[in-house]
């Protein structure tokens, strides 16, 4: 396609995080060329929306003629969608996490090795304007070696509606973490430049979710009419690297402790704290210039929604016939490595490897 022509975009998965990107294709210039989902309500309404042709199969989508494709669908149906795409030779973004198991990340990730088009996938904290700061000036060298983050992505009462595919594992494949955990763990490897893992201990809990008084002051979703509840709302877990990097990981969809966002990177010259909620940064060092004192430089960004800015990152690839080399499939099957084996080790009751 020529530089100046727009990507035609189709949209599979037609919920709210669909009409989203949706919104963002448009209002980045793109052309919106339909959409995908099994359900006739959603896509109908979808159509009436954006005055576009909807299909119950990828296949009536392909028939449009489109360059790139976004993947929303229940984590489930991820390796079904974008590898279908993949083979008709269209430039892919995906939903985060990769799928719901480890087995179909890798069947995701070597369909995506050997395609004519790419794979992006949607883990879109990582253009957060002051995690692009942090990045910046951690190539530069100011943090030193970093050694060890702390990553928090806790809700104090957040379950994403009981009885939808959120707390459905077949659907799922797991709850906060899969769901909410997976943002903590793509940022704290990002920190690292995501370095080779070798154990992984984890803990996980369901303690609030099937609970009748599951007492609550802004619900993050809606309860569906079934109450169907089997993964896990809180999860605890140790990260260690081939180089001795370490990662500690809390998160949350329920637990009654306050509301945290906050990653705490340390590095042999100088550190950071990033409050992924609010966009802030602030640097932590030393210096003996005058006298020893320490300092903590509060870092002001620009407020900008980061789907939209991962989205322009993804059609720059599709004009350019070019994967980005950023939030790869390669990246995001190391995070479901890292899903797995927290999963696994909580299911031991003890650390577990992991063999690269």
């Not at 899969?178 to 070798?198: R, S």
């Not at 966009?279 to 320490?294: Q, S």
């Not at 995001?332 to 999963?343: F, P, T």
């Amino acid at each position: 396609m020529g530089k100046a022509d727009t990507v035609r975009v189709g949209i599979v998965g037609l919920g709210g995080i669909g009409t989203h990107h949706a919104d963002y294709v448009r209002d980045l210039g793109e052309t919106l060329v339909g959409g995908v989902d099994v359900a006739e309500s959603a896509r109908d309404a979808f159509a009436a929306e954006y005055d576009v042709p909807t299909f119950e199969t990828y296949a009536g989508l392909s028939d449009e003629g489109i360059d790139a494709v976004i993947v929303t669908t229940p984590n489930k149906f991820h390796e079904q969608y974008v590898v279908e795409a993949l083979e008709t030779g269209v430039d892919v973004l995906c939903e985060k996490p990769l799928a719901h198991r480890l087995d179909s990340a890798e069947r995701i990730a070597a369909a995506a090795r050997d395609a004519d088009g790419f794979c992006m996938v949607g883990f879109n904290n990582r253009f957060l304007p002051a995690v692009e700061v942090f990045k910046g000036y951690q190539e530069r060298g100011r943090f030193g070696d970093v050694t060890h983050v702390e990553a928090n992505f806790v809700r104090r009462r957040g379950v994403p509606g009981r009885g939808g595919w959120f707390t459905t594992k077949e659907l799922s494949g797991g709850g906060s973490l899969i769901d909410i955990g997976v943002h903590a763990i793509d940022l704290a490897l990002h920190f690292l430049d995501f370095p080779d893992l070798v154990e992984v201990s984890g803990q996980t809990r369901s303690a609030f979710g099937s609970r009748a008084d599951y007492t609550y002051l802004d619900m993050w979703g809606e309860d569906g009419e079934e109450s169907q509840f089997d993964v896990d709302d809180s999860v605890t877990a140790f990260v260690r690297t081939a180089d001795g990097q370490t990662v500690s990981l809390e998160v949350a969809w329920a637990t009654n402790r306050p509301p945290e966002h906050d990653f705490v990177v340390q590095g042999t010259d100088g550190g950071a704290t990033l409050d992924r909620h609010a966009g802030d940064l602030t640097i932590h060092e030393v210096a003996d210039v005058g006298d020893p004192h320490f300092t903590d430089t509060a870092v002001e960004t620009r407020d900008e929604p980061t789907h939209r800015r991962e989205l322009a990152r993804f059609f720059e690839g599709v004009r350019a016939g070019e994967a980005p080399a950023r939030n790869t499939v390669e990246q995001a099957l190391d995070v479901q490595r890292v899903i797995d084996a927290i999963y696994r080790s909580a299911d031991a009751g003890s650390a577990v490897t992991l063999d690269q």
